[in-house]
């Protein structure tokens, strides 16, 4: 009896890859773990008992890990990865991303028009579940879990360069949506502002007629006319102004996008990844200098995260109702639509055969809380307050839905 109990147990404690469902669960949890603790730390450091981490501290180290340190990390991980002929194999990252928007939002979509959020913030439910971060957490946890000498995916190094080069080659497409799409969505309402009382609820009114008052007394004089022959450089210069302001390119043109552009530039022409990105290179310095303060993003940005949770969930009027929706969206509900999207795929043959760390960084993209960008576009939109309340809630539950989702995925995959 005791020998047909071991071998069950035997049988049924192992996954197709030889793993102990203990090591899935070990592979899953500990990444989140490590990032739990280093954000602990951050919201211990900026906690009113020690404050070394107050609100002007988080800022600066925002700035600095998005403006230097991040960029330097995708520069170095994605351009000594990357080849022409690599770039054409990984298609499918970006337009995965684009997925990811399309069917988070069709269940934001479904979701709001479920619970009816109070007015103005129907959009910005559909956003919050629509976007996940699909650079900074995604890029943590594949470091958490590289480090580990037993991970499933091979050694440090490989692991850590595949998951970060795939995890890169889809933020430049992230950025283009969350300063297009995103910033379209979360527009203020017709009032200019999201700060509505009760009794300030839109109605239908009458159109406004100018009346003899609001009409000026004076007409603007006409433009002058303008010769066509000594004016067209200044056309050229004018329409081209006019396309980078119609196109927020200034804030597409990120640094971690200029990071991305350049790494796949410089990584698909030979000569120069083997005078920049190799380690025998010439200006290889140049290249090691960005290696160490790319090393410096994980830690930096999880001590920010944290301490960006000391605020707590602030006087938010969302209400819980429309903020549990939010939280059950995106975590419960997005992440099984993009295991099917990616299972889809893969049957179809869409993917490189046999890499498993492409799948899995592709199952990530769909499992993320809600993305720390979109935050911040919230924040220029007038509805910061709101934005927080979300990230906040929604990153304490995402430490247990990520370890869940996780577990399946290297179930699946191994």
Same mark, same amino acid.
């Given at each position: 009896m005791e020998r047909f109990l071991l071998a069950?147990?035997?049988t049924t404690n192992t996954i197709p890859g030889g793993q102990s469902v203990f090591s899935t669960m070990k592979f899953a949890v500990l990444p989140i773990a490590?990032?739990?603790?280093?954000?602990?730390?951050?919201?211990?450091?900026?906690?009113?008992?020690?404050?070394?981490? /107050?609100a002007t501290g988080r800022k600066l180290l925002n700035g600095l890990v998005f403006s230097l340190l991040l960029p330097c990390l995708i520069f170095t991980q994605l351009g000594r990865a990357v080849t022409v002929q690599k770039m054409l194999e990984w298609w499918f990252i970006p337009f995965n991303v684009i997925l990811a928007t399309i069917s988070g939002s069709i269940i934001g979509l479904v979701v709001a028009s479920i619970v009816r959020p109070p007015y103005p913030y129907f959009r910005f439910t559909i956003i919050q579940i629509g976007i996940g971060n699909i650079g900074n957490v995604p890029l943590v946890l594949i470091a958490a879990l590289c480090r580990d000498k037993?991970? /499933?995916?091979?050694?440090?190094?490989k692991c850590s360069q595949d998951g970060n080069a795939y995890i890169s080659f889809g933020q430049w497409v992230g950025a283009i949506v969350l300063y297009t799409y995103v910033f379209q969505m979360l527009a203020p309402p017709s009032e200019g502002t999201f700060d509505i009382e009760d009794g300030d609820l839109p109605i239908k009114s009458n159109p406004?007629?100018?009346?003899?008052?609001?009409?000026?007394l004076l007409a603007p004089p006409e433009p002058e006319p303008v010769d066509s022959n000594t004016s067209k450089p200044g056309k050229i210069k004018d329409f081209f102004a006019y396309l980078y302001e119609k196109m927020k390119l200034k804030?597409?043109?990120q640094p971690p996008i200029i990071a991305s552009i350049l790494a796949m530039g410089i990584g698909a022409i030979p000569f120069?990844?083997?005078?920049?990105l190799t380690d025998d290179a010439p200006l290889f310095f140049f290249t090691d200098s960005c290696i160490i303060l790319g090393e410096?993003?994980?830690?930096?940005?999880?001590?920010?995260?944290?301490?960006?949770?000391?605020?707590?969930?602030g006087s938010s009027k969302l209400g819980l109702k429309t903020t549990a929706a939010i939280i059950f969206g995106r975590l419960v509900l997005v992440p099984p639509a993009g295991l099917g999207i990616v299972t889809l795929a893969d049957?179809?043959?869409?993917?490189?055969?046999?890499?498993?760390?492409?799948?899995?960084?592709?199952?990530?993209?769909?499992?993320? /809380?809600?993305?720390?960008?979109?935050?911040?576009v919230a924040n220029l939109r007038g509805c910061g307050k709101e934005a927080a309340a979300v990230l906040f809630w929604v990153h304490i539950f995402a430490i247990f839905s990520m370890a869940g989702w996780i577990v399946l995925y290297l179930r699946i995959l191994f």
């Open positions: 069950v147990a035997a490590k990032v739990f603790t280093m954000c602990f730390m951050g919201f211990l450091m900026a906690s009113k008992y020690v404050n070394i981490l /107050p037993s991970n /499933p995916f091979g050694d440090y190094d406004v007629i100018n009346t003899a008052e609001q009409v000026p804030q597409i043109l120069l990844k083997r005078l920049i410096a993003m994980i830690p930096c940005i999880l001590l920010a995260l944290g301490g960006n949770l000391v605020d707590g969930p049957k179809l043959g869409l993917l490189p055969a046999g890499d498993k760390m492409f799948r899995f960084v592709l199952l990530l993209q769909h499992t993320m /809380p809600t993305s720390v960008l979109a935050g911040a």
